[in-house]
Structures are given as structure tokens and as C-alpha cells.
């Protein structure tokens, strides 16, 4: 994604390093909100009516929502997620992972906005049921992204459901899909607009692109061990910096050949131009 690419040279130094962390603490200041004063989360949801009329805090409040009434569930739920929003950080970049989140966040309230359009325009002005489209909206479905995004980066990852039953990234990643789809489907056309949009950055970031799996913990052990490969200059008989590991020949027997290590095989072998191709890749015992 050369867009993103060109986004993060430009814009990487204002990334927010930990930012799962200050989400996390956002759902823990709402909870605390909650127990203090339950009426005061009415004043909070994302209301596109309020916002329109003036509360236009709401953009940010919305956020404060917690994800859980539970204590024990909530601080299992921040747990869980502190660990895969570092992880994603670690494995994409804090930039990237800050695009990834504020993008989730800004889907979701332009889609918030979008169904009130779509509601005003139907109904031909502003109905009850408008004003608490806020309640749909909420950062539940941009944990869900969280979650099938390091799903699917790390797909074989081992998890003990319920602290008991081991279980598979992967599988439960599909589990939560297949639920999220019959969600999608069972929903009336406003609930699906709230779906939609609040996963938006996971479509985005994964199906519609290629190279997601350039992010796969292989993936990077694979580049970084070849990159190790490639450091290690050795040298040759005679003072030679390339040998090919099938003919033998050397930059010193022909200067003009040029030579590359092979990515696929296991340890430090270099080929030159006629054998990079046509070799055998070589495997350790």
C-alpha cells in the first residue's frame, strides 16, 4: 500500500506509541462513569442529533462507552486486548496500527452520521428512533476488528478458552465471523450499516490488500533470518566477496556476474545469475 507508505514518512513521528493502552483506559474511565452515575453514559453515546445540535463532544465521548457492565469481565476483556493491540503494534508499527484504529473509529462515525441521513431522508425528519442511534455504534466492533485482525496474523496461535480449553486463533477467529455474518444478516438494514461500517477498517486493511501476510510472525522470521544471511559477507580463496555454491565460479573468475542468495534455501548459500533459478534448494539434515 504505497499510500500508506507515503503517509507514515510523512506522518510516523505523530503516532501515539501504546495506543491500545489509552483505549483500554478510556472503556476503564467510562466503567467508572457508569457506576458513579449510570445516567451520565446517556449524555456520551454517539448522537449524531445531539452532535448536530450543538453537543459535539459526543464525537469523542462515545468512545468512553464501556464494553462490559462486569468488572471481571471488563478487566478479562482489557487484558486480552492489551496483549493483541502490543502485539499488532510490535508486528505492523505504531504507525500503522494507529492508522488502523482511528480509521476504525472514524468508519464508525461516519457511519453513525450516514444511517441518520438515511433515517431523516425516509422518514422525512427527525424521529424518536434517531435519537438513540448512538446506542448501536460503539467500540465493540472495533475490538472485534482487533481481534480478527491478529487472527489473522497470527493465525496458529494458541489460546486456552475459558483458561481451559486450548484453542486456535484462527478457529476462533472464524467462529466470531461466522456469528458477526448471521448478526449482519438477521439485522435490519440500520443494523447492517452499523456493522459495516464499524468493521470497515478490517475490510480494508485486509481483504481488499495482498500483502497482509508480509505481517505473518513466518513471514518476518523468514526476511530477518535472510537478512542475517545476507550480512555475513564471506570471502573467498583469493580475496573473492561472491561464490557460486553450484558452479563454483567467483566475481574474480568473471566480473561481470552477478550473484544473490536464495531466500528458499536453509543457511548461507549465494548463486550466480545462471544458477539463481534453476538450482535446488538446499535443506539442513
Avoid at 22 to 39: D, E, N, S
Avoid at 64 to 72: E, F, G, V
Avoid at 156 to 167: H, N
Wanted: net charge positive; glycine share 8%; hydrophobic share 45%.
Amino acid at each position: 500500500m504505497n499510500w500508506l507508505n507515503k503517509m507514515e514518512r510523512k506522518l510516523g513521528r505523530y503516532a501515539v506509541p501504546n495506543l491500545i493502552l489509552y483505549l483500554i483506559g478510556a472503556y476503564m474511565i467510562g466503567f467508572v462513569l457508569y457506576r458513579i452515575t449510570p445516567g451520565i453514559l446517556d449524555y456520551l453515546v454517539l448522537s449524531p442529533y445531539h452532535i448536530l445540535h450543538g453537543q459535539v463532544w459526543r464525537l469523542v465521548t462515545w468512545i468512553l462507552m464501556p464494553t462490559d457492565s462486569n468488572l471481571i469481565f471488563l478487566l478479562i476483556m482489557a487484558l486480552l486486548y492489551y496483549q493483541l493491540g502490543t502485539a499488532l503494534e510490535r508486528t505492523w508499527g505504531t504507525f500503522r496500527f494507529n492508522v488502523y484504529i482511528f480509521s476504525g473509529i472514524l468508519f464508525t462515525v461516519i457511519g453513525a452520521f450516514l444511517l441518520y441521513a438515511i433515517m431523516f431522508v425516509i422518514y422525512g425528519g427527525v424521529t424518536y428512533g434517531m435519537l438513540s442511534i448512538g446506542y448501536g455504534f460503539s467500540t465493540n466492533y472495533i475490538n472485534m476488528s482487533i481481534f480478527l485482525a491478529f487472527a489473522l496474523t497470527y493465525p496458529e496461535m494458541q489460546v486456552m478458552l475459558m483458561f481451559v480449553i486450548p484453542v486456535k486463533m484462527k478457529w476462533m477467529a472464524a467462529v466470531y465471523g461466522i456469528l458477526t455474518i448471521l448478526q449482519f444478516v438477521e439485522s435490519g438494514w440500520a443494523g447492517r450499516i452499523s456493522i459495516f461500517m464499524s468493521l470497515l477498517n478490517f475490510i480494508i486493511f485486509f481483504l481488499s490488500t495482498r500483502d497482509f501476510r508480509r505481517y505473518s510472525p513466518h513471514e518476518i522470521h523468514r526476511r530477518q533470518q535472510f537478512k542475517a544471511q545476507t550480512r555475513r559477507s564471506a570471502v573467498y580463496p583469493g580475496g573473492a566477496q561472491h561464490k557460486c555454491a553450484v558452479c563454483g565460479r567467483t566475481d574474480l573468475d568473471d566480473p561481470t556476474l552477478e550473484f544473490r542468495f536464495c531466500s528458499k534455501c536453509e543457511g548461507n548459500y549465494e548463486y550466480c545469475q545462471d544458477h539463481l533459478f534453476t538450482h535446488q534448494h538446499k535443506r539442513n539434515a
